[in-house]
């Protein structure tokens, strides 16, 4: 494959065409971005159990004002847990996700573009929150979501749900497995 990179100079040299029409462009990059936005949501997830997900992200255009990319600068998941039955019952935070796009939790509903899975927990009635400060840059879809598994979301540890957050929309689509 890296042969077919020497092959259109050559070309273009040998039939006199420049070599600069020869050559493939360059993937676009976005032309401006927008300021950075920050969408906030709660909901319960289970008896005992209430998510909140925090998003701030910029929409990346091209030259001619259409959307192009999408960058997460940062996004926060958090599971607040009261009511436990027992203040040994072990809640986890499993993974962390961006969706490129999110239809539903089930197979070819959604495309991973990032993911984490370092897994930490807590005891009783407590709070996981998991801060993901990196950027993710991606084509632009008004379906992108964050998502977040957990286990034990209620007042004991055999509930397991999911949870996306199409931000974009404003839609927050979650399971209790």
């Not at 100079?9 to 050559?23: N, S, T």
């Not at 990319?69 to 986890?92: D, G, Q, R």
Request: charged letters at 10%; proline letters at 4%.
């Amino acid at each position: 494959m890296a042969h077919r990179r020497f092959v259109a100079p050559i070309l273009a040299l040998v039939l006199g065409i420049p070599v600069f029409l020869a050559m493939p462009k360059p993937v676009a990059a976005a032309c401006y971005w927008s300021t950075s936005n920050t969408v906030q949501t709660s909901r319960t997830i289970a008896y005992g159990a209430t998510w909140t997900g925090k998003v701030t992200y910029r929409i990346g255009f091209n030259c001619n004002g259409g959307r192009e990319e999408l960058k997460i600068e940062s996004f926060t998941n958090t599971m607040k847990f009261t009511n436990a039955i027992s203040p040994n019952v072990y809640h986890e935070d499993q993974t962390a996700k961006v969706m490129r796009w999110f239809n539903h939790f089930y197979s070819g509903g959604y495309y991973i573009q990032w993911q984490t899975f370092n897994a930490f927990g807590c005891f009783g009635n407590c709070t996981l929150t998991r801060v993901i400060p990196n950027d993710v840059v991606m084509p632009y879809y008004s379906t992108a979501a964050t998502y977040g598994y957990w286990i034990a979301c209620g007042t004991t540890a055999a509930v397991q749900c999911r949870v996306a957050y199409k931000f974009l929309q404003g839609i927050v689509a979650f399971e209790n497995l």
